[in-house]
């Protein structure tokens, strides 16, 4: 039975500002996605792509049982088979160019990713994605025949992408959901190159991408073994800021309000309200310290994107050579896998695009006013109403400026300015997110191109 779910909630922190038309604060039906999410499917999907013995960017792509080729035709299945069970609702598709003359790439290679498309109701040009890395690597990155199962790395992710299409595929949301499953993130982060290029052309108005990239792994090299906390990493100026926009950042602020940072924001306030014993370490950079993972091609495209993943990673256990020396394992290997821990990440992933999906129309063109004043004035565009059928209203958030988090908000209605009377500019950070009728709502907007999800 398909539960038709147009909106959701993220309604905390509650303001000064109340009325009976003030949407509700939650929706039954988040839970019910969390509830849903398997840990003995993403366990056998695990196993399965484990199982393919390399996926290796240069490894087998004729054989059915080993190598690169084996694995993404058994991913293009499975979202085949998601797709029947929902009556069709999955668009499937390989998206692919041919990489040559690179460090990690020097022969010519087909790079081929696996991308579903689960389309909206109202707004389906909108776009929220979830990806992982169907490519695994050893020691040596051009090596694409020794045994490389990737079971952490990212087996976990990918599988956490099928397991995500499968639980909200039985839903239906206002926006389009993308499930990607790419190739070529040890050889260069090609397959988000090659996505990202593909979704210009075609003009996706993508706001998130939430790439999962080790979501399995709680016993890390540092000793400790934890399965209740995940990080986010988001970059905290955009990567196509312009010269002109980077002046105006100078004087308005934004270093810490991009998109992406705002959307690392949401994902943590979505952890608060519906993933139980899981709490959001929001890291305050691209990615690990100089390293990069497949969020990136997207942020340089100029999408919002994080990476999510887990908090305390074992590199004995990342790009090794499968062996046991000096009585230490390496090699990213099934037993080191926490597959609980893997669903709950995957769940908030749910969750999160569930959110994404439901809301309405992202506030665009947001604009702030009130230097030497008391008071602080925020505006913006009144969105398309063909895609805007489920918007309610919209809050107003504020925030000191050395805040992790939005603290104070108000509800305002639908308008496209609203003004906050002796709340200074000079002393908060601001922003605007739009409200759906049952209470789902954007991440927050921050004023300015610093803060801007595109139109």
């Known amino acids: 039975m398909k539960t038709v779910f147009a909106a959701s909630a993220l309604a905390l922190f509650a303001g000064a500002a109340f009325s009976q038309d003030v949407p509700p604060s939650e929706?039954?039906?988040?839970?019910?996605?969390?509830?849903?999410?398997?840990?003995?499917?993403?366990?056998?999907?695990?196993?399965?792509?484990?199982?393919?013995?390399?996926?290796?960017t240069l490894s087998e792509t004729e054989s059915d049982t080993r190598g690169i080729g084996a694995a993404r035709r058994w991913i293009f299945e499975e979202f085949e088979r998601i797709s029947a069970d929902c009556g069709g609702c999955l668009e499937v598709m390989y998206i692919s160019d041919t990489i040559s003359g690179q460090t990690r790439i020097p022969e010519p290679t087909e790079v081929v990713s696996v991308v579903a498309i689960q389309r909206g109701t109202t707004d389906p040009g909108r776009y929220?994605?979830?990806?992982?890395?169907?490519?695994?690597?050893?020691?040596?990155?051009?090596?694409?025949?020794?045994?490389?199962?990737g079971a952490n790395d990212n087996a976990s992710g990918m599988a956490g992408v099928i397991e995500a299409a499968r639980v909200l595929s039985q839903h239906e949301f206002a926006g389009s959901i993308i499930y990607m499953?790419?190739?070529?993130?040890?050889?260069?982060?090609?397959?988000?190159?090659?996505?990202?290029?593909?979704?210009?052309?075609?003009?996706?108005?993508?706001?998130?991408?939430l790439n999962n990239d080790m979501i399995g792994n709680i016993a890390?090299?540092?000793?400790?073994?934890?399965?209740?906390?995940?990080?986010?990493?988001?970059?905290?100026?955009?990567?196509?800021?312009?010269?002109?926009?980077?002046?105006?950042?100078?004087?308005?602020?934004?270093?810490?309000?991009?998109?992406?940072?705002?959307?690392?924001r949401y994902i943590d306030r979505v952890a608060d309200e519906y993933i139980p014993n899981l709490d959001i370490m929001m890291v305050y950079r691209l990615d690990?310290?100089?390293?990069?993972?497949?969020?990136?091609?997207?942020?340089?495209?100029?999408?919002?994107?994080?990476?999510?993943?887990?908090t305390h990673e074992h590199y004995d256990r990342q790009h090794?050579?499968?062996?046991?020396?000096?009585?230490r394992h390496y090699g990213d290997t099934i037993e080191y896998v926490d597959f609980d821990y893997a669903a709950r990440l995957t769940a908030l992933n749910a969750a999160t695009l569930a959110l994404l999906a439901s809301a309405p129309p992202f506030p665009a063109d947001v604009t702030i006013e009130g230097a030497v004043s008391p008071d602080t004035t925020l505006s913006w565009s009144a969105p398309d109403a063909a895609q805007a059928g489920n918007?309610?209203?919209?809050?107003?958030?504020?925030?000191?400026?050395?805040?992790?988090?939005?603290?104070?908000?108000?509800?305002?209605?639908?308008?496209?300015?609203?003004t906050l009377e002796n709340v200074v500019i000079d002393n908060y950070y601001f922003g605007v997110a739009s409200v759906a009728e049952n209470g789902a709502e954007s991440p927050v907007v921050f004023p300015g191109p610093a803060g801007s999800f595109g139109g």
Request: hydrophobic letters at 35%; charged letters at 30%.
């Open 27 to 56: 929706v039954p039906v988040i839970r019910d996605i969390v509830a849903d999410v398997s840990a003995d499917r993403i366990e056998a999907d695990i196993r399965r792509l484990a199982d393919f013995g390399t996926r290796h």
């Open 128 to 149: 929220v994605a979830m990806s992982g890395d169907i490519d695994s690597r050893v020691t040596d990155p051009l090596d694409g025949t020794s045994d490389s199962p």
């Open 181 to 209: 499953g790419l190739s070529g993130e040890e050889q260069g982060l090609f397959g988000g190159q090659i996505v990202a290029a593909h979704a210009i052309e075609n003009d996706w108005r993508i706001k998130a991408v």
């Open 220 to 264: 890390g090299i540092d000793g400790v073994i934890d399965n209740s906390t995940a990080r986010v990493f988001s970059e905290g100026t955009r990567a196509v800021e312009t010269p002109e926009e980077a002046r105006i950042r100078r004087f308005t602020g934004g270093e810490v309000d991009s998109p992406s940072r705002n959307l690392a």
């Open 288 to 310: 690990r310290f100089g390293r990069g993972g497949h969020h990136r091609p997207f942020n340089d495209a100029g999408f919002p994107g994080v990476r999510i993943m887990e």
């Open 320 to 327: 090794q050579d499968l062996r046991n020396e000096g009585g």
């Open 391 to 418: 918007l309610a209203g919209y809050r107003i958030y504020w925030r000191l400026t050395d805040e992790n988090q939005w603290t104070h908000s108000r509800w305002v209605g639908n308008v496209t300015s609203y």
